[in-house]
């Protein structure tokens, strides 16, 4: 009796010393924030969660996001053994300890068992490859969970036969949830401005944001303030970062600011718009999305490779995310920013659209309608279509628009960087044109 009174102390004090972030965990699937696309009403791992007909997963995410808690909520509604492991501290050994407890329970009393397993990258593939059989034979669920690309970090028959479930980053409006909830389980009061802070400044990261929380509230109490109230100044010491944000008419100058400073080749004056935008919390797919654009929009075909740079740095940041991306968006700011500059494709495109707009709409030519189809031939469909792999040069002189718009010149090349190339191209077929018209 005095043993249990005492463990029972114990786990309370625990629980109470535990951090913010801990006592704040879901205990239903309603109190998850941020994963709507997995967990919402209707949804299928919530349907199979609820039903207790879980198949092995891996859940992949960056921290913070709530993989350790949907494999705790699993845990609670599972009928099925539960069976927890730390890639970090397990091995071999541990997991052949847990499959032979697992084929007893099967074996005895038709109870299968589920193993979480969390950092499941950081299982080397001999560690990996021992759970292969008992997942495989259905003696063990997985629920294997991991901050890195399963793709390469889990083994591919282990990985096939999991579905792969991806977590979100959480929004700011999710992190900004947590952060209320978490200012009710401390008794607090905080400015809204300081939760924008907070909440602007994890990154996605709820476990990070209710840890810079529970420092503010301490921050605020350690001044003496009985209300524990957060203001913007205790969330600037807790997160050590100054508050930089801007209204919505400050995000529109600051992105002008940014793309004109690159279309102006000043690559200095590019990367300290870009900090400073990220510094503000500022959304970095939105950044990403418009140095795509400015790729074509300004830099075009004087540097086809800027398309492939700005393209890449937006992939890079949804495959690492922030803040290692800041590197990918930095590289391709310089690039454009130093790249030769050309609009003609951005001319090119409003004059092809304005006379879409104001022309009439021809008929395709005969020559370049679809002869791939039965009777086409009857049709005249393809007839007196010059086939230009055929011609030594790759190229022979045709018409490809109808006669309401032949002639009109939409894209003329400039002198800047590649241009100058397919403008030499385009004059050499030009002049071949004008001798030998076909």
């Known amino acids: ?35 709507d696309h997995l967990l919402g009403p209707g949804r299928p791992l919530r349907r199979l969660i609820e039903s207790d007909r879980l198949s092995s997963i891996v859940l992949w995410g960056p921290p913070g996001t709530g993989k350790t808690t949907i494999a705790r909520l699993v845990a609670g509604a599972t009928r099925r053994a539960f069976e927890p492991l730390s890639a970090v501290t397990a091995g071999v050994k541990d997991v052949r300890e847990v499959v032979a407890r697992a084929r007893g329970r099967l ?21 990996q490859d021992a759970l292969l059989p008992s997942v495989e034979e259905g003696v063990l669920t997985l629920v ?38 978490g200012l009710d389980q401390e008794g607090a009061t905080a400015d809204e401005d300081a939760l924008a802070h907070l909440a602007e400044r994890a990154e996605g990261d709820g476990r990070a944001a209710l840890g810079a929380l529970e420092v503010a509230v301490a921050l605020a109490a350690g001044h003496g303030d009985d209300r524990r109230h957060v203001t913007l100044a205790h969330a600037e010491a807790a997160l050590d970062q100054r508050a930089l944000r801007y209204g919505r008419d400050e995000h529109y100058d600051v992105v002008s600011a940014f793309i004109k400073s690159i279309r102006g080749s000043d690559p200095d004056a590019g990367l300290y718009w870009l900090a400073r ?21 300004d830099v075009g075909m004087a540097d086809p490779l800027g ?27 310089v ?19 304005a006379d879409v707009a104001e022309r009439p709409v ?3 030519p005969v020559h370049l309608r679809d002869a791939h189809f039965r009777g086409a031939a009857a049709l005249g469909h393809g007839a007196g279509y010059e086939y230009p792999h055929d011609d ?24 800047h960087g590649h241009e100058e190339e397919v403008a030499r191209r385009m004059a050499a077929r030009t002049s071949t044109e004008e001798a030998d018209p076909r």
Not at 13 to 29: E, F, I, K, Q, T
Not at 162 to 179: F, I, M, N, Y
Not at 308 to 331: C, I, M, S, T, W
Request: proline share 6%; glycine share 6%.
């Open 1 to 35: 009796m005095t043993d249990d009174l005492f463990g029972a102390a114990v786990e309370e004090r625990l629980a109470a010393s535990a951090p913010l972030a801990a006592r704040l965990r879901p205990r239903s699937l309603d109190q998850v924030v941020g994963q």
């Open 107 to 127: 074996g005895e009393h038709g109870q299968g068992t589920i193993l979480f397993l969390d950092e499941v990258h950081r299982f080397n593939r001999a560690q």
């Open 144 to 181: 294997g969970a991991t901050t890195e690309n399963p793709y390469f970090e889990v083994n591919p028959p282990l990985l096939s036969r999991s579905t792969l479930l991806r977590l979100r980053p959480l929004s700011v409006e999710a992190v900004t949830c947590l952060l209320r909830r």
């Open 277 to 297: 935008m990220l510094a503000a919390g500022e959304d970095a797919r939105f950044i990403a999305r418009r140095l795509v654009i400015l790729a074509s929009e």
């Open 307 to 333: 398309l492939v740079v700005a393209d890449a740095a937006a992939r890079a940041l949804e495959l690492v995310g922030l803040p290692e991306a800041q590197l990918n968006l930095a590289q391709a700011v």
């Open 335 to 353: 690039h454009l920013a130093t790249a030769p500059k050309s609009n003609r494709v951005t001319v090119a495109l409003g004059r092809a659209r």
């Open 362 to 364: 021809g008929a395709v």
């Open 392 to 415: 030594e040069r790759g190229w022979v002189a045709q018409e490809h628009r109808p006669p309401e718009v032949a002639g009109r010149v939409y894209y003329e090349p400039s002198g």
